[in-house]
């Protein structure tokens, strides 16, 4: 019997950006689908969907990019921060 609905993505040793970066190329391939659809469906009628989906595609893929330069920016600071408190830890241990 085959089976309609696929398991979902199993990622445990992924991160959150490798995650985040993973869905926007997601994203990128189906608003490039849906853009394909509306090319070759010309007619007002047929569209109509395609363009909510495609709409829908747009902002979604805009609230991942957000995500994704939150966590880089937080690893940015977390990498900044790091070298600054080592050399205190080090210096309040000799």
Do not use: C, F
């Not at 747009?58 to 070298?83: C, G, Y």
């Amino acid at each position: 019997m085959l089976k309609i609905v696929p398991d979902p993505p199993h990622h445990p040793n992924q991160s959150l950006e490798d995650l985040l970066v993973q869905t926007s190329e997601y994203l990128v391939r189906a608003q490039t689908i849906a853009r394909q659809s509306v090319l070759l469906h010309p007619k007002a009628p047929d569209q109509v969907l395609t363009l909510a989906t495609l709409h829908e595609i747009e902002h979604a893929w805009a609230l991942v990019e957000v995500a994704l330069s939150k966590v880089q920016s937080r690893h940015r600071v977390a990498n900044q921060q790091a070298p600054a408190l080592l050399t205190k830890s080090l210096g309040n241990a000799g």
